[in-house]
T-cell receptor
Framework: ETGVTQTPRHLVMGMTNKKSLKCEQH?????MYWYKQSAKKPLELMFV???????ENNSVPSRFSPECPNSSHLFLHLHTLQPEDSALYLC????????????????FGPGTRLTVL | DAKTTQPPSMDCAEGRAANLPCNHS???????VYWYRQIHSQGPQYIIH???NNETNEMASLIITEDRKSSTLILPHATLRDTAVYYC????????????FGTGTRLKVLA
């Protein structure tokens, strides 16, 4: 248990569906992250939030829409996805958005395995 | 792009020490080296980090060369449960100093 939970753990959706992934951290952290991990590819950072403000968006298609209503919760809203969006989606949190000269461990959730049909 | 390079795979006999190398020749003076591992289909798990000195915790030891251009993660007595992908990470120093994950080393511990 890392203190970061994700629901659902598995999700199958059609290309016309709308669904949301949820992440919750119980660590009192101020920064939260969404990563995507496709088969046989490195983890790719998608979004970074600091104190509920999005501070980074790594050229992610608009069919992925993040939401951070408070520092403990992070959502990823999905709509009109493509089969190539099938992947493991990981949420992480850290005490704060990384700064230089700071050690800042990230705590990862177990991920949501998404399959788009 | 990731700022680290690692061998794609390694095997280790159970009970032996596993030594996982990492090159980070462009590391900045104040950047830490982090090691995480990812067991199949789970989220990455923090192992250890270091700046200049060698470090040891209950999971592993980290040896950093004096010039800081490379490091080695040592699992002193590897078990079957240590089979995982191991990532050596040096943060990107632009923007939010984010982690850039490479492809890691797939360690297989053999019985």
């Amino acid at each position: 248990e890392t203190g970061v939970t994700q629901t659902p753990r598995h999700l199958v959706m059609g290309m016309t569906n709308k669904k949301s992934l949820k992440c919750e951290q119980h660590l009192g952290h101020n920064a939260m992250y969404w990563y995507k991990q496709s088969a046989k590819k490195p983890l790719e950072l998608m979004f970074v939030y600091s104190l509920e403000e999005r501070v980074e968006n790594n050229s992610v298609p608009s069919r992925f829409s993040p939401e951070c209503p408070n520092s403990s919760h992070l959502f990823l809203h999905l709509h009109t996805l493509q089969p190539e969006d099938s992947a493991l989606y990981l949420c992480a949190s850290s005490q704060e958005v990384d700064r230089p000269i700071n050690y800042n461990e990230q705590f990862f959730g177990p991920g949501t395995r998404l399959t788009v049909l | 792009d990731a700022k680290t390079t690692q061998p794609p795979s390694m095997d280790c006999a159970e009970g032996r020490a596993a030594n996982l190398p990492c090159n980070h020749s462009t590391i900045s003076g104040n950047e830490y080296v982090y090691w995480y591992r990812q067991i199949h289909s789970q989220g990455p798990q923090y192992i250890i980090h270091g700046l200049k000195n060698n470090e040891t915790n209950e999971m592993a030891s980290l040896i950093i060369t004096e010039d800081r251009k490379s490091s080695t993660l040592i699992l002193p007595h590897a078990t079957l449960r240590d089979t995982a992908v191991y990532y050596c990470i040096v943060r990107d120093t632009s923007g939010t100093y984010k982690y850039i994950f490479g492809t890691g080393t797939r360690l297989k511990v053999l019985a």
